[in-house]
């Protein structure tokens, strides 16, 4: 990842805490939340992409690994929402959590696709971005960093597909009914 893309992060994920906190009143009832998932390895994700890429103590994943197994299989198991599919009500808030050492977005995508890290979207077999996963068109990206979580969403019912636009293979289905 580039100095720019860490740099937008770090900007985007400023803007995201802020809305987050201004715009979630009223919702007392429990909140469903979405696991966003990584092991990645600190000395070694920090080392390949720079300082302050992976804050976790998850662990157990170095980046040669990670790029090996996305290589192979088009994606990194450790790096993925759970559930995969979440079934809410009409009224019910749900949103992602990041319990991972990277930093990851929940993004409402129309279809699935690629994120804007070219090197993950053709790794992965993504090679088309998703148009909601451009950081500068799309203020509503949801960046959480590690120990965060989005803002709280509630949809109107039908299926409706969240990823991460960074891991382009981290998704779930909200199903609202
Ligand atoms: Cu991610």
């Given at each position: ?8 992060l770090?900007?985007?994920g400023?803007?995201?805490v ?37 804050i ?42 990041n319990?991972?050492?990277?930093f990851h ?38 960046f959480v960093p590690p120990g965060g ?29």
């Amino acid at each position: 990842m580039s100095r720019r893309i860490l740099l937008k992060l770090a900007v985007a994920g400023c803007l995201s805490v802020g809305l987050a906190v201004a715009g979630t009143v009223g919702f007392a009832a429990s909140i469903r939340t979405v696991d966003m998932n990584d092991q990645c390895d600190p000395a070694t994700f920090n080392a390949a992409i720079g300082p302050g890429t992976c804050i976790g103590n998850n662990g157990g994943v170095s980046f040669d690994t990670f790029i090996a197994e996305l290589s192979r299989t088009e994606h990194a198991g450790a790096w993925h929402f759970a559930p995969g599919v979440v079934q809410v009500l009409d009224d019910e808030a749900f949103q992602g959590r990041n319990t991972g050492g990277e930093f990851h977005t929940f993004t409402e995508v129309d279809e699935f696709g690629g994120g804007f890290v070219p090197l993950l979207n053709l790794l992965s077999g993504n090679p088309e971005p998703a148009p909601e996963c451009d950081p500068a068109a799309n203020p509503e990206i949801n960046f959480v960093p590690p120990g965060g979580v989005s803002d709280p969403k509630v949809e109107k019912p039908g299926v409706h597909h969240y990823q991460c636009c960074i891991h382009p293979w981290m998704r779930t289905d909200v199903i609202v009914r």
